[in-house]
């Protein structure tokens, strides 16, 4: 039986939906998103690539989004339930990797160019200097923008698809709550981008959790959040050349 990162024995009773943490242990996961998300805002940038250049930006970020995931494993052990639960799906053989991967392709080219790119023409958004400060430059700034993509698709996946949108959907008693209140969480972390591109990932955020709730699993999702970031980065470098 495939696990859900949304429904579970453990996360659900009689009575409706049950939180996989205490509250108070989100209290403190929403504190630490929305105080780097102001840190970021503050600074214009990335956080971290103000006081350390890029390359020790990318590697602030990464450190932060798994002591993040570290302190979520810490609440959600707390009541029996393992990382896995929140991850969801299976892979038993190479067919259920390459639909996964399909899926997150897939959900990838409709809401992250088409969906994206639509909301940015209508509310006519321009990169800011804050995107273009954080791209990658030279060879060492690649390959850690690619580790910190990679933890990005696993961790940011894990942190509001796996962790906050089930808190959210115990909070509210509906699936739909959680999976919107999750989306304006994830907006609201990328605080350096400015109110509009906030908005668009808020509502890209809302898809993935569309996303996490009909598969069951956050894997086409970590796919496809990797590739959008690591690829988006690769794309500019090339670009500015």
Known sequence: MISSPLVSTQAANQSGHRGVAAPWHT???????????????????????????????YLVVIMFEWLTVAFIW???????????????????RPADVLRDLGI?????LVCGIGLVNGLGYLLRVVENQAILQM?????????LWCLMS????????????????????????????????????????HGYQGWKFMLIIA??????????QWRRSLRPGMIAHFVQDAMGGLLARYLMH
């Open 27 to 57: 209290a403190v996961v929403l504190l630490l998103l929305i105080g780097i998300s102001f840190a970021g805002a503050r600074s214009g940038s990335l956080p971290g690539v103000s006081t350390y250049g890029r390359a020790g930006g």
């Open 203 to 212: 509502i890209f955020g809302t898809t993935f959790g569309l996303l996490a």
């Open 150 to 189: 990679l933890t990005a698709g696993f961790c940011e996946e894990l942190i509001f698809r796996g962790y906050l949108q089930r808190q959210f959907t115990a909070l509210t008693q509906s699936v739909i709550g959680g999976i919107v209140l999750q989306g304006i969480a994830f907006g609201a972390g």
């Open 74 to 92: 810490y609440g959600v052990s707390r009541r029996g339930i393992g990382m896995a639960d929140l991850v969801g799906g299976r892979w038993a």
């Open 135 to 143: 791209l990658p430059r030279t060879t060492t700034e690649v390959i």
């Open 104 to 108: 997150g392709i897939a959900f990838l």
